[in-house]
């Protein structure tokens, strides 16, 4: 006997069980279910689930693309939405896994393009002027992303038992991707940051939470907003503090394969969502191009002349 298909909550509340225990070790991608969700149950409701069909999904991405945030009264972002529709295909490929007789309507709809490519970078007097301001936590996480490249949630789960300052390296064992767990070098500045960090340590964590110390801090955007206002530098998000490592590397003549590996990446085309070289480094390269251009035809000229000169003699 074929199942029934089940209420939109009943199928909501099913997959948010099952996503809490399929990605324990991925929390993030648990809160993001959850807040998706919460903008899917407004819209469908208790309709049943295989009532739900591809033309209901575009009356969604339709309504929520004018919508605005509840808390920021501001319209949300193509990306937000395109979040949720994610959420609701997933939904659907686990109902349709738990033998329940659907077809995923969102696999007909296309999702928003995205004009979000973040390109700030700091300048080394912006990255001053916020450090000074900073919190001591927040000026340990933002120094070890600016020396190292990791994302911040990388900075907040490091371990001692994962750091060897001797050899001037971490571990980090977190991740969805072999490429994400990965060995990272450390600088002289990133070196010591660790190590006054774990001189006398008593939590498992380098970063604990100030509410339960066998815990990470979850994150430090407060203080990052307060040392942003206060230095007076234009706005900018934590993770920029990514992109400037790794446009700073790539500048520094760091091949995109090695880039890649050392950001956590699999694939090199995203390096090219977080190298942004300047238009400064861009000029001089050309220029060094030029040379070298020259440089080849002064020498193809130099051998033509030469091997002209052989055969007349």
């Known amino acids: 006997e074929r199942k029934k298909a089940p209420g939109f909550k009943a199928a909501m509340r099913a997959f948010l069980e099952w996503s809490q225990q399929q990605h324990e070790r991925h929390p993030a991608t648990h809160r993001r279910y959850l807040v998706s969700g919460a903008a899917l149950l407004r819209h469908f409701g208790d309709q049943p689930l295989d009532k739900i069909t591809p033309e209901a999904v575009e009356q969604f991405k339709a309504a929520r693309s004018v919508a605005k945030g509840q808390r920021t009264n501001r319209r949300i972002m193509p990306a937000t939405v395109n979040r949720e529709l994610a959420c609701l295909k997933a939904l659907f490929n686990h ?15 296309g999702f928003l393009a995205e004009q979000n490519e973040q390109t700030r970078v700091l300048g080394f007097d912006e990255q001053t002027r916020y450090l000074a301001v900073a919190t001591p936590m927040l000026r340990d996480v933002a120094t070890l992303m600016l020396e190292t490249g990791m994302r911040p949630e990388e900075v907040y789960r490091i371990q001692p038992e994962n750091v060897n300052l001797a050899g001037a ?32 340590l008593e939590t498992p964590f380098l ?3 100030d509410t339960d110390a066998a815990r990470p801090i979850p994150k430090v955007n407060n203080a990052h907003d307060r040392a942003v206002r206060d230095s007076k530098v234009a ?11 790794a446009t700073r590397a790539a500048e520094s003549g760091i091949d995109l394969v090695t880039l ?11 390096v090219l969502r977080y190298a942004h070289p300047s238009q400064e480094h861009q000029a001089r390269s050309v220029e060094r191009l030029e040379r070298f251009v020259a440089e080849q035809r002064i020498a193809f000229v130099e051998q033509a002349v030469s091997r002209a000169c052989q055969s007349i003699q």
Do not use: E
Not at 95 to 109: E, F, G, L
Not at 260 to 270: E, P, R, T, Y
């Open 260 to 270: 890649a590996a050392l950001l956590g990446h699999s694939k090199i085309q995203m």
């Open 207 to 209: 970063f604990p939470c």
């Open 169 to 200: 390296f971490l571990v980090n064992p977190f991740g969805k991707t072999k490429a994400a767990r990965r060995r990272v070098p450390l600088t002289t500045a990133a070196r010591s940051v660790l190590a006054r960090r774990m001189d006398g």
């Open 235 to 245: 706005k900018f998000r934590l993770y920029d503090l990514r992109h400037t490592w």
């Open 95 to 109: 109902a349709i896994k738990s033998d329940i007789p659907v077809r995923n309507p969102v696999s007909r709809v």
